[in-house]
């Protein structure tokens, strides 16, 4: 039976035909793996997605988490989907063997996670949160911290979080007052609220560990003063058993449009109901210096930013093959030529406005979830290549591309989602079908880890122009060896070549004259549609390197692909056009607007 939350063959043809993880099995790293281990975690991923984590998501969506006053409850299947993924050792896969992981690439690992995003986006929300902060401590921690908080996450015993909002700052990280003061131990005591924080209280594990921003009394102002922290709901002994209550408390919970199954709270630490060695104050250990919690956190929000895209495209994946499984078996309606109003109706897939629906859902989903792939195939670029100049390369280039990985499945695989609901016509609407819910969880993508608009002030303002625009210049050269291979394989793949190429010629061009403005306000104003159209181009980058890779290949998956690419070709990236023009124009119309005027 076809699964309606991934198409595995797609899966394989981009991890193997396209970005050839088998080879990184030659690294030392990964030297214990290889293709067979790789399809076995992706198959066993498939199996408890499929079985655990799907079956719940309309169930945990109706019924979401209750706050009683004193604790969480949520419904039952939560807990033991949870119990079974951390049984099978795959919340811990792309983690070191000395901690209890399995040194899986990445890129593979990222695949896997797929699987539970697309089948429970809010079940699989507490160990996607658990292996981005286990991987920060990796990065950043103290032996100690590693020992104490990483390897119980390995094991799915902890499950972890990241505290950054509060209610008065929201995005304004420089506006957070939470305060953490030093003690004569070595340890601190923190005291604030945390707002918006998921997965931040449940009874789902044996702990939960939070990585809190806080800044120390005395430190320097706005962001150059933040300092990270660990909190453990529970304090740890030396010998690894769960101690006193810390000074965390669950002051509410938020009820959100979708992502319902995950709880989202409000945290108060310090507040003193809970006083560990009878003093008040949440205990916090501190991670690494003081004053760089901003750039070890960093690791964590890059980290889930393109996780978060990689959610958004998951999302779109399972709405379209919903919407692909419904236009085959729903029949409406009778071809334009039938003039016989008694001939049977036929599946209104083959009425072309459908056909159309399904496409752009299909050069979204799957474009996106490239894009996806491929930034993490970048990230093993970075850990695991022969030289240090090759891993410079893949950082960067990760860099440039992040607020896109993050932002463009965001938007484009929620409005495939629309989509699925309008192929769905009337029945999409109601809760009898998922696509409602797809819709309604995706719509906090764009919002999760940094909003939109913050992630188009990141890529003009910060990642295209850094290091004299070395960022930029490395994404053309990569992209212009796509166009030069496109260019060799002839045909419909060397007409999209030359289309991306002037397309890509463009974006240089307005990214220089926003810069030649000599105002940042003006630049940064457009800084939303800079990231709308370089999305485009980058995606359309992506369904350029899928076109050379199926070069030559005969069938209807292949034939798929080239279809999918044709339809971003020729209706998506036109789309550029009138956005480079206004670009280039440096428009002053949202920067002008005074607030009185509307």
């Excluded at 998921?198 to 320097?220: F, M, Q, T």
């Excluded at 894009?371 to 390369?393: G, K």
Aim: hydrophobic share 40%; glycine share 10%.
């Amino acid at each position: 039976m076809r699964s309606l939350l991934l198409s595995r063959r797609d899966l394989d043809f981009l991890l193997h035909d396209w970005l050839d993880v088998g080879s990184l099995t030659a690294r030392p790293r990964f030297a214990e793996h290889s293709r067979t281990t790789f399809d076995a975690v992706l198959e066993l991923s498939e199996q408890v997605a499929t079985e655990q984590f799907a079956p719940h998501n309309r169930a945990a969506d109706l019924t979401e988490p209750r706050f009683d006053g004193d604790r969480v409850h949520m419904i039952p299947e939560v807990g033991e989907a949870l119990r079974v993924l951390g049984e099978t050792g795959i919340v811990g896969a792309g983690l070191d063997e000395s901690v209890g992981g399995m040194q899986l690439p990445q890129t593979v690992v990222q695949a896997c996670f797929l699987w539970f995003q697309a089948a429970n986006i809010a079940t699989a929300a507490y160990p996607f949160l658990t292996v981005a902060n286990a991987n920060l401590l990796m990065a950043h921690g103290s032996a100690e911290q590693v020992r104490t908080f990483v390897q119980p996450m390995v094991e799915g015993r902890y499950f972890g979080t990241m505290c950054l909002s509060e209610p008065q700052a929201g995005s304004s990280l420089a506006d957070i007052t939470t305060r953490a003061e030093p003690r004569d131990d070595g340890t601190y005591r923190l005291f604030g609220n945390k707002m918006w924080i998921s997965a931040g209280d449940h009874e789902l594990s044996e702990n939960i560990v939070h990585l809190v921003l806080a800044k120390v009394p005395g430190g320097p102002p706005g962001v150059k003063g933040i300092s990270l922290f660990v909190v453990p709901r529970f304090l740890v002994g030396p010998d690894g058993a769960r101690g006193d209550r810390n000074d965390v408390v669950l002051a509410g919970v938020n009820h959100k449009m979708g992502y319902r199954g995950t709880v989202n709270t409000l945290l108060n630490f310090g507040e003193g109901r809970h006083t560990p060695g009878g003093e008040p104050g949440a205990v916090g250990y501190l991670v690494g210096e003081q004053h760089r919690g901003l750039t070890y956190m960093f690791h964590m929000m890059n980290e889930a930013r393109v996780g978060v895209g990689g959610g958004a495209a998951a999302l779109g994946y399972t709405g379209y093959l919903h919407a692909l499984d419904y236009a085959r078996t729903r029949t409406q309606g009778r071809p334009v030529a039938a003039k016989d109003p008694a001939a049977p109706q036929v599946p209104i897939i083959e009425h072309p406005d459908v056909a159309r629906m399904l496409l752009a859902q299909k050069s979204y989903a799957e474009g996106a979830v490239a894009l996806t792939l491929y930034c993490a195939r970048l990230l093993d670029e970075e850990r695991t290549a022969a030289t240090p100049e090759d891993r410079a390369r893949a950082h960067l280039l990760l860099d440039v591309l992040t607020p896109i990985a993050k932002s463009w499945p965001s938007q484009w695989c929620l409005h495939a989602n629309d989509l699925a609901i309008q192929v769905h016509g009337g029945y999409g609407y109601t809760r009898e079908y998922a696509v409602e819910q797809f819709y309604r969880d995706n719509r906090l993508n764009p919002i999760h880890e940094g909003t939109h608009g913050i992630q188009g002030l990141d890529l003009l303002g910060r990642k295209v122009v850094m290091d004299g625009g070395a960022g930029l210049a490395l994404l053309v050269e990569t992209i212009t060896t796509t166009i030069g291979k496109a260019r060799a394989a002839g045909g419909e793949a060397a007409s999209h070549a030359d289309v991306l190429a002037a397309t890509v010629a463009s974006v240089e061009q307005v990214t220089a004259q926003l810069w030649a403005a000599g105002d940042p306000a003006v630049t940064l104003a457009n800084s939303s549609i800079y990231l709308e159209a370089v999305g485009h181009v980058v995606v359309a980058w992506m369904w350029l390197e899928q076109v050379v890779a199926a070069a030559g290949r005969s069938g209807d998956f292949f034939d798929g692909k080239r279809a999918a690419a044709r339809y971003f070709f020729r209706h998506e990236l036109p789309r550029t056009g009138p956005q480079l023009t206004l670009l280039a124009d440096l428009d002053r119309t949202t920067l002008d607007v005074r607030p009185e005027w509307f």
